[in-house]
T-cell receptor
């Protein structure tokens, strides 16, 4: 079975500052890794995903994440945030031998301070 | 127009009432999912369907039922609503290999059971 831990429920950061949202996972098998974003009053949309290959993955809106197998982490980063990045961010994993189920973290709310 | 639509967007009902939440998609995807989102818990899978004749329970299917009326339509029913079913409900779709493919979410239905 897999599990996902997002270590921070909220992350406040000043506009134009860098940010890192942390995600750790547990799994006995290889996994695919995802970050989704939920803007206020909207559904979720894919930010980026790691399937294989390069451990540094670039996504939309200037976000990137790095897969670290030894630390079982997939932290999300952005060098300079904007007020429009205010949203809730969800990390998710799927076992490579599973054909349906994403396991979701509890989410991290990114709060941008002007 | 949105690719994945959900109706209603908001619903308040009373304990014991039967409720149906509807989802329609124009993406032509075979695979559809119902999730519920609770604060601090992330998303949990209720039911999923890989085609019209293939419906499967997720991790929290008790108290819920579904109907896949067509490739484009997937409805979620609460036969006798209870207060702990108060949550935000999302429908999602994927195509092809759901191990790696993107999930596309509807805008959500906020359900309150009094």
């Amino acid at each position: 079975a897999q599990s996902v831990t997002q270590l921070d429920s909220q992350v406040p950061v000043f506009e134009e500052a860098p940010v890192e949202l942390r995600c750790n996972y547990s799994s006995s098998v290889s996994v695919y890794l995802f970050w989704y974003v939920q803007y206020p009053n909207q559904g979720l949309q894919l930010l980026l995903k790691y399937l294989s290959g390069s451990t540094l993955v670039k996504g939309i809106n200037g976000f990137e994440a790095e897969f670290n197998k030894s630390q079982t982490s997939f932290h999300l980063r952005k060098p300079s945030v904007h007020i429009s990045d205010t949203a809730e961010y969800f990390c998710a994993v799927r076992a490579r031998d599973s054909n349906y189920q994403l396991i979701w973290g509890a989410g991290t709310k990114l709060i941008i301070k002007p | 127009d949105a690719d994945v639509t959900q109706t209603p967007r908001n619903r308040i009902t009373k304990t014991g009432k039967r409720i149906m939440l509807e989802c329609s998609q124009t993406k032509g995807h075979d695979r559809m999912y119902w999730y519920r989102q609770d604060p601090g818990l992330g998303l949990r899978l209720i039911y999923y369907s890989f085609d019209v004749k293939d419906i499967n329970k997720g991790e929290i299917s008790d108290g819920y039922s579904v109907s896949r009326q067509a490739q484009a339509k997937f409805s979620l029913s609460l036969e006798s609503a209870i207060p702990n079913q108060t949550a935000l409900y999302f429908c999602a779709t994927t195509s092809g290999d759901s191990r790696t493919d993107t999930q596309y979410f509807g805008p959500g239905t906020r359900l309150t059971v009094l």
